[in-house]
């Protein structure tokens, strides 16, 4: 057992979660990496090891803010570490291993959340829709007393029709910024160990250049956009919500289908990374998720033909 490593992975992981409570916007996004130290531990080494590092830092996290900061770590980070690094060790394709790590803490919390509200008796939905009224005009009365009328007065226009859809658009907010966290820290994890041969067993390959989602995956897309014309309200926020989870699949897919093109063209790992940035940034983004789209059918990069061809 390397000790050594366990140690470097958990002041790294516990030092990257402690930097979103410390460090305002920069230190949030990087704590959204935390799951990266532990992933390689457990896929180059063993996954006791990886469990290991994971504890220590719930344990530091524990004596530095509370077992509540510790729980938020293991249940969410740590979850999301052991599924993505179980899919690199048994070399499950990126988009398998992705949708595991990011998976796991959201069943869990489902799972926690179905129990307590079914313990108390009481609708969900209901109680998050008080708490974040409960909250805003907590924050309008703060933000009053401190002479910044202008921010309360923003606060206080959020209607309730807003909260009323922002709470029920929250599972595929939840699941798709999940996946897609996990997902980065796939390909974070990847991109070090393939740096280093020999560090890790052989791993699936993976190049974001040439990724595209199992055609299949579509019909998920299909089925949302047909039930937010179904009359209900149950079944328009479910078309929502899945929409909204395609909507993160297919914009990776078509931000993938500009790198292959950018790589095509030598264009250095820097400039294409403030080109991607550019184009999120900006309307172009909806183009960007109509080409993920479109090329399940125009395959733009002929990358189904080697794959259909090994098939047959």
Same mark, same amino acid.
């Given at each position: 057992?390397?000790?050594?490593?366990?140690? &470097?992975?958990?002041?790294?992981?516990?030092?990257?979660?402690?930097?979103?409570?410390?460090?305002?916007? %920069?230190?949030?996004?990087?704590?959204?990496?935390?799951?990266?130290?532990?992933?390689?531990?457990?896929?180059?080494?063993?996954?006791?090891?990886?469990?290991?590092?994971?504890?220590?830092?719930?344990?530091?996290?524990?004596?530095?803010?509370?077992?509540?900061t510790a729980a938020v770590l293991f249940f969410s980070f740590g979850l999301m570490a052991f599924g993505v690094s179980e899919g690199m060790t048994r070399r499950w394709k990126p988009e398998s291993?992705?949708?595991?790590? /990011?998976?796991?803490?959201?069943?869990?919390?489902?799972?926690?959340?179905?129990?307590?509200?079914?313990?108390?008796?009481?609708?969900?939905? %209901?109680?998050? =829709? =008080?708490?974040?009224?409960?909250?805003?005009?907590?924050?309008?009365?703060?933000?009053?007393?401190?002479?910044?009328?202008?921010?309360?007065?923003? +606060?206080?226009?959020?209607?309730?029709?807003? &909260?009323?859809?922002?709470?029920?658009?929250?599972?595929? +907010? $939840?699941?798709? $910024?999940?996946?897609?966290?996990?997902?980065?820290?796939?390909?974070?994890? !990847?991109?070090?160990?393939?740096?280093?041969?020999?560090?890790?067993? @052989?791993?699936?390959?993976?190049?974001?250049?040439?990724?595209?989602?199992?055609?299949?995956?579509?019909?998920?897309? &299909?089925? /949302?956009? $047909?039930?937010?014309?179904?009359?209900?309200?149950?079944?328009?926020?479910?078309?929502?919500?899945? @929409? +909204?989870?395609?909507?993160?699949?297919?914009?990776?897919?078509?931000?993938?289908?500009?790198? !292959?093109?950018?790589?095509?063209?030598?264009?250095?790992?820097?400039?294409?990374?403030?080109?991607?940035?550019?184009?999120?940034?900006?309307?172009?983004?909806?183009?960007? &998720?109509?080409?993920? +789209?479109?090329?399940?059918?125009?395959?733009?990069?002929?990358?189904? @033909?080697?794959q259909e061809a090994a098939k047959s």
């Amino acid at each position: 057992m390397n000790y050594r490593q366990i140690t &470097i992975a958990t002041i790294q992981t516990s030092g990257m979660f402690v930097a979103g409570l410390v460090i305002p916007l %920069l230190g949030q996004l990087i704590t959204l990496f935390a799951p990266v130290p532990l992933i390689l531990l457990a896929v180059r080494n063993s996954r006791r090891e990886g469990l290991i590092a994971l504890i220590a830092s719930c344990v530091l996290l524990g004596i530095l803010g509370g077992w509540q900061t510790a729980a938020v770590l293991f249940f969410s980070f740590g979850l999301m570490a052991f599924g993505v690094s179980e899919g690199m060790t048994r070399r499950w394709k990126p988009e398998s291993a992705s949708l595991l790590g /990011g998976m796991l803490p959201v069943i869990v919390l489902a799972v926690v959340t179905l129990y307590y509200f079914g313990r108390v008796d009481k609708n969900p939905v %209901l109680v998050l =829709e =008080e708490y974040l009224k409960s909250n805003l005009a907590e924050a309008a009365k703060l933000y009053t007393q401190l002479g910044l009328a202008e921010m309360a007065s923003v +606060i206080s226009t959020i209607s309730d029709t807003v &909260i009323h859809y922002v709470v029920r658009l929250l599972p595929g +907010i $939840t699941i798709a $910024t999940s996946v897609f966290q996990a997902a980065c820290c796939y390909g974070i994890s !990847h991109s070090i160990i393939a740096r280093r041969p020999g560090t890790a067993p @052989a791993l699936a390959p993976a190049s974001l250049a040439r990724w595209h989602a199992p055609d299949v995956w579509v019909w998920g897309l &299909i089925a /949302g956009l $047909t039930l937010l014309v179904v009359p209900g309200e149950t079944a328009y926020f479910t078309g929502l919500n899945l @929409a +909204i989870i395609y909507t993160v699949i297919y914009l990776t897919q078509g931000v993938a289908i500009v790198d !292959h093109y950018l790589r095509k063209g030598r264009v250095q790992p820097f400039i294409r990374g403030l080109l991607h940035t550019i184009i999120l940034a900006l309307p172009s983004i909806v183009f960007v &998720i109509a080409l993920g +789209i479109v090329d399940i059918w125009a395959d733009f990069r002929k990358v189904r @033909a080697p794959q259909e061809a090994a098939k047959s």
